[in-house]
């Protein structure tokens, strides 16, 4: 199996006729992106809007971003659109590097966090650093919030990959060439090196709190092997999680940090065997299911080490750490990383399940601190819904305006497969 | 194969509708989350196992003020020691947050409770009890 990324630059986004790119700048016609959006006949309206890093602006309440993606003989989010479904993972992809498709508009009360193009909240996540062709989407009356969040991700998806079809005639783009064998043959790739595998939780447990793995629901399959090239190719999507600074955006998952770090490291520090990919769901009965398949999988890869990302957190945390416990106790030594809810003065237990064999945690920061951001010249969507978001409350927009928010309110605040720019790091 | 005796503990009064016949049913309307979890934790010293995780669905602690506690009742058999860890464990998130004064838009309950009464339903798919 070889996937080749082709990374076309994007630095700036305009408005404009005939769709294209230009240099490193996206031209987006909006006529015929709302021709392909008004399609879905579910939708009454939709409009669109720019953020580009360093504006005075806020994006709120954020859906989901993701990176445009094409393939010029295939489709990326496989499984979302056709029956006739393609593996991911194989041929060409085109990338566009720097510019975000990103997805606002309310589905339900429990809102999604915001995004700020600068001041102190554009310096805790990725998402500030990228150009956003925002899409503000307005459903007709009859459908319901189920409907309502399918509506919002199928048309985030299809524009993403509509607009990244431009960048099939451009030749100046970065080629990444990444290559996956079948496990025999990873598994003797480097005799010499300890093996790793990636267990991979994902949200799993209804209406804005699911993942979709080639169009399926995750809740309703066990865990799952899967190569890093399908994830490049956008195999699994967000369901609109709620929880911004901990949900794993379809950009997270398309740009995951720890199959980067894992591919960056692979062959020298150890060898990537694998991905288990496990669903995190409600029910203990599941949990433990989940777990004696997730750890027998690892195991069966050989593994001497494995690598654990989550997603939410609170009941997740409990599938962290029985995973984490059984391989450990498989004598396959065991990262974990997560987030901690310390109290905004970081003096509480941070964790609201842990077991002793957790001895090896990467924490992506207490995401109870507070900011107070100062008010912003321009807001995409509704700023009083900063009242209805995870890390925010009825008292967090100021008389002069500041907004008082948790970390956890700022999308991609304390990403838990560490894409963010807040940590602890060897100096 | 003896039906299992399930019980429940909520105090979202919007999943009322949803529950099988199988369940026993202890409402606490405007209790807060920590009397939810305080009963459930008073039913497990009794013999009650956890069939859900009751943070399930509050993602993040104290986004919402709705809590549902899904129990497996066994009166009579030792404890079980895990459901109890797990329950003290979310009142000791819970109590990281007694001070904090969150205050929810009065606006957005009815919503909440849709959440909660969604991820009810989807634990009761899995659980299988109709």
């Known amino acids: 199996m070889e996937l080749e990324l082709r990374k076309i630059a994007i630095r700036n986004i305009e408005f404009g006729t005939p769709a294209r790119i230009e240099g490193d700048t996206l031209i987006a016609d909006p006529d015929e992106m709302r021709e392909l959006i008004l399609e879905d006949s579910r939708i009454k309206n939709v409009s669109f809007d720019i953020a580009l890093p360093g504006s005075s602006t806020r994006i709120l309440p954020v859906k989901d971003v993701i990176e445009p993606r094409a393939k010029p003989d295939g489709e990326t989010f496989p499984g979302t659109f056709h029956e006739d479904m393609q593996e991911g993972?194989?041929?060409?992809?085109?990338?566009?590097?720097?510019?975000?498709?990103?997805?606002?508009?309310?589905?339900?009360?429990?809102?999604?966090?915001?995004?700020?193009?600068?001041?102190?909240?554009?310096?805790?996540?990725?998402?500030?650093?990228?150009?956003?062709?925002?899409?503000i989407l307005e459903k007709q009356d009859y459908v319901d919030p189920h409907e309502h969040e399918e509506v919002v991700r199928l048309a985030g998806l299809k524009l993403a990959q509509n607009i990244a079809e431009l960048g099939f005639l451009v030749?100046?783009?970065?080629?990444?060439?990444?290559?996956?064998?079948?496990?025999?043959?990873?598994?003797?790739?480097?005799?010499?090196?300890?093996?790793?595998?990636?267990?991979?939780?994902?949200?799993?447990?209804?209406l804005l709190h699911d993942s979709y793995l080639y169009g399926r629901d995750s809740k309703i399959i066990v865990p799952t092997m899967l190569t890093p090239l399908e994830i490049f190719d956008g195999a699994l999507v967000s369901g609109n999680c709620v929880s911004p600074g901990s949900k794993t955006t379809t950009y997270m998952h398309q740009n995951n940090a720890c199959i980067k770090e894992l591919f960056k490291r692979h062959g020298k520090d150890f060898n990537f065997v694998g991905i288990v990919l496990c669903p995190l769901m409600t029910t203990l009965k599941e949990k433990f299911r989940n777990r004696m398949l997730t750890v027998r999988q690892v195991k069966m890869l050989g593994a001497d080490g494995a690598l654990i990302s989550q997603e939410g957190f609170g009941n997740p945390t409990t599938d962290l750490m029985i995973v984490c416990q059984e391989l450990e106790r498989n004598g396959i030594k065991t990262v974990i990383i997560t987030n901690e809810d310390a109290g905004i003065d970081g003096m509480s237990e941070s964790l609201p399940d842990s077991v002793p064999e957790a001895n090896a945690i990467v924490t992506t920061g207490n995401s109870n601190?507070?900011?107070?951001?100062?008010?912003?010249?321009?807001?995409?969507?509704?700023?009083?819904?900063?009242?209805?978001?995870?890390?925010?409350?009825?008292?967090?927009?100021?008389?002069?305006?500041?907004?008082?928010?948790?970390?956890?309110?700022?999308?991609?605040?304390?990403?838990?497969?560490?894409?963010?720019?807040?940590?602890?790091?060897?100096? | 194969?003896?039906?299992?005796?399930?019980?429940?503990?909520?105090?979202?009064?919007?999943?009322?509708?949803?529950?099988?016949?199988?369940?026993?049913?202890?409402?606490?309307?405007?209790?807060?989350?920590?009397?939810?979890?305080?009963?459930?934790?008073?039913?497990?010293?009794?013999?009650?196992?956890?069939?859900?995780?009751?943070?399930?669905?509050?993602?993040?602690?104290?986004?919402?003020?709705?809590?549902?506690?899904?129990?497996?009742?066994a009166d009579g058999v030792p404890l079980d020691l895990p459901s109890l860890e797990i329950i003290e464990y979310c009142l000791a998130e819970d109590a990281k947050y007694a001070n904090a004064g969150k205050k929810y838009d009065e606006a957005m309950l009815p919503d909440l409770r849709f959440i909660g009464r969604e991820l009810a339903e989807s634990t009761l798919k899995e659980l299988d009890i109709r």
């Open chain 1, 89 to 135: 993972g194989e041929g060409i992809t085109y990338c566009l590097e720097g510019c975000v498709v990103t997805t606002t508009g309310p589905i339900v009360g429990f809102q999604e966090g915001l995004i700020d193009m600068s001041g102190p909240a554009a310096e805790y996540n990725v998402y500030s650093k990228l150009c956003h062709l925002v899409m």
């Open chain 1, 171 to 206: 030749e100046d783009f970065k080629s990444e060439v990444y290559r996956w064998g079948n496990i025999g043959e990873n598994y003797n790739a480097y005799p010499d090196l300890p093996r790793v595998v990636y267990v991979y939780n994902c949200m799993s447990q209804g």
């Open chain 1, 369 to 427: 601190a507070t900011l107070m951001l100062p008010a912003m010249e321009k807001t995409i969507g509704v700023l009083k819904d900063i009242e209805r978001v995870c890390g925010g409350n009825v008292n967090s927009i100021q008389p002069d305006g500041r907004l008082l928010v948790e970390i956890h309110g700022i999308m991609g605040g304390h990403n838990l497969q560490g894409n963010t720019y807040v940590g602890a790091v060897t100096i």
């Open chain 2, 1 to 73: 194969m003896t039906p299992m005796k399930a019980s429940i503990i909520s105090n979202n009064v919007d999943i009322e509708d949803l529950l099988p016949s199988a369940f026993s049913v202890t409402f606490l309307p405007g209790a807060p989350a920590r009397e939810v979890l305080r009963a459930a934790r008073d039913r497990i010293h009794l013999g009650a196992k956890l069939l859900a995780h009751p943070m399930a669905g509050r993602l993040r602690p104290n986004e919402t003020p709705y809590m549902t506690v899904f129990l497996k009742e």
